[in-house]
């Protein structure tokens, strides 16, 4: 391919063209109803009753989608995925965590505990990344860690409990909202809104067992120093009066709980992750018909409904076939970049048409036989 110009007919182009997996397609109706909200949400105080009352709105909203069992709970806090692995390396994990790492993200976890001096060697179970490990019991450990689907490479992974104690936290940024998944089986299912809730990021969100709460109570009772700001006990205090630590973003919590409201309001989350299965079986069903493209995860049974990474041969430059796509209007599918091969990455949560997947293919197929 040479030519970066070439304009795709516009009957082929799908209505919306953001496929980015995260920060991911925000709807234009909860957009719209943030701005409905200019004059007496935004811009008003966090420690009143109409943030408290979106706040309480969003936890209940959750709990609803998620069914979650009695006696769980659901804590928010400021630091987006990234700065719960920091809150958990300080409140949930009480000597030795064991991890699954099979793409970039799980990885980051890793580092995180490795790096908490009160901590001990993390133990470490790897997988190469398109594929995934076992959920194994550990060695002396006291949480087991991955994540519901690696956003990196487009695996994702059942949550179940390892035959052996230890609290199981499940990050579930990317796959939470998009994958069914028995909450049971999970301490701590946590993640940001960025993904499948169509939101903005910069908070975190984590469903929490009793088990878990206990755990965050003990340590806190213990003398583990602990920066206020990731303090996961004050962050349990503040969740239960339906605020946070330090103050929010309130357009992150609005477009959240609108969200949630939606996916509520179609049918819930086995709605929501038919519609992400449905935009998936077709991505890779294309992949599998077609002759220069083919699904990088060679496991069916491993490849994520809400991230698809497609590899190409080498007869197409999959950065270039980005690079057009992203001048025709159709944002964000270059691979991930660390992984470092001729592919695409396709977001395709909850808030993405499947009609809109099957447009990109049959732009993908246009520029193929045209550049
Ligand atoms: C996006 C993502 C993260 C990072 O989320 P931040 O909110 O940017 O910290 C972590 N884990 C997974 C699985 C992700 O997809």
Known sequence: MSNNTITIPSDLLPADGRFC???????????????????????????????????????????????????????????????FWDAATFGLIERRSHHLSFGEFGSKFVKASAAAPHL????VVEADPGSRPDIVAGDDVDAYCYPHNET???????PARPAADGLVLVDATSGAGGMRFDPTATDVYYFA????????????????SPTAIERIESIA??????????DLKIALDNSRKDQTYNTPALGTIFITAEQVNWMNGNGGLSWAADRCKASSDHLYGWAEASDVASPFVTDASMRSPVVGTIDFDERVDANQLSDVLRANGILDTEGYRKLGRNQIRIGM???????????????IDFLVEHL
């Open 21 to 83: 997996s995260g920060p991911s397609k925000v709807r234009p109706e909860a957009v719209q109803a943030l701005a409905d909200r200019a004059h007496d949400y935004m811009g008003t105080s966090h420690r009143q009753m109409t943030v408290r009352f979106k706040v309480a709105e969003l936890r209940n909203g959750l709990a609803e989608l998620f069914a979650l069992p009695d006696g769980y709970e659901v804590l928010l806090g400021n630091g987006g995925a990234t700065g």
């Open 120 to 123: 001990e060697a993390p133990e």
């Open 152 to 158: 990196s490479t487009g695996v994702f992974i059942e």
């Open 193 to 208: 809104p960025q993904k499948c809730f169509a939101a903005d990021g910069g908070i975190w969100i984590a469903l929490c």
């Open 221 to 230: 009772a213990s003398d583990r120093w602990c920066p206020a700001s990731l």
């Open 349 to 363: 949560f909850p808030a993405v048409e499947t009609t809109d997947v099957e447009a990109l293919t049959n732009c």
